[in-house]
T-cell receptor
Framework: NAGVTQTPKFRILKIGQSMTLQCTQD?????MYWYRQDPGMGLKLIYYSVGAGITDKGEVPNGYNVSRSTTEDFPLRLELAAPSQTSVYFCASSYPPREGRENYGYTFGSGTRLTVV | KNQVEQSPQSLIILEGKNCTLQ??????????LRWYKQDTGRGPVSLTIMTFSENTKSNGRYTATLDADTKQSSLHITASQLSDSASYICVVSYVSGGYNKLIFGAGTRLAVHP
């Protein structure tokens, strides 16, 4: 059982370049999330999806786009990379939270370390 | 403003010793509080999850406590091992717009030395 798989693990981009961070999960989780982790800061939510075809913005969505064409995949797109997007990116997935079932777990991928120069 | 503050920022202890990490939060409406362990270069892994009505929860040598009145939580690590060296993240969950949202603390970086 692979869980949440992220690729690539590392990437260096030049300012203005674009790239897609891949995320796939094999647990049939409806909910998927993208976070970024900056040094000395807590993880910040970029985008999330509650199911195929449905996405919504998190706390820090500017400069990013997502799509969710299947339950398994949730790619994150950077169109015009900027130095401020240098960070470690984590994808996560979970079952839908419902009243009385708040103790659902999040499964995180191993992260993608992105440097924009 | 919903916030999660952790202390200390970093901690060094000797192998075999105990330690306690602190988490204070101002998140409302509170849903649950989680402690995660994050090894260097890896994603966070869940240690414990506690709801409003739970005061304590253990996972092996890890014991988390929750005081919902004072909005404080602690993570106690007993008989530390070298493999406990990691960042420990406190995460508080709240409900907004019908969805559960997470607020992450910045973490406490623990180093266990032989």
């Amino acid at each position: 059982n692979a869980g949440v798989t992220q690729t690539p693990k590392f990437r260096i981009l030049k300012i203005g370049q674009s790239m897609t961070l891949q995320c796939t999960q094999d647990m049939n989780h409806n909910y998927m999330y993208w976070y970024r982790q900056d040094p000395g800061m807590g993880l910040k939510l970029i985008y999330y999806s509650v199911g195929a075809g449905i996405t919504d913005k998190g706390e820090v969505p500017n400069g990013y786009n997502v799509s969710r064409s299947t339950t398994e995949d949730f790619p994150l797109r950077l169109e015009l990379a900027a130095p401020s997007q240098t960070s470690v990116y984590f994808c996560a997935s979970s079952y839908p939270p419902r009243e009385g079932r708040e103790n659902y777990g999040y499964t995180f991928g191993s992260g993608t370390r992105l440097t924009v120069v | 403003k919903n916030q999660v503050e952790q202390s200390p920022q970093s901690l060094i202890i000797l192998e075999g010793k105990n330690c306690t990490l602190q988490c204070n939060y101002t998140v409302s409406p509170f849903s649950n509080l989680r402690w995660y362990k994050q090894d260097t270069g890896r994603g966070p892994v869940s240690l414990t999850i506690m709801t409003f009505s739970e005061n304590t929860k253990s996972n092996g040598r890890y014991t988390a406590t929750l005081d919902a009145d004072t909005k404080q939580s602690s993570l106690h690590i007993t008989a530390s091992q070298l493999s406990d060296s990691a960042s420990y993240i406190c995460v508080v969950s709240y409900v907004s717009g019908g969805y559960n949202k997470l607020i992450f603390g910045a973490g406490t970086r623990l180093a266990v030395h032989p």
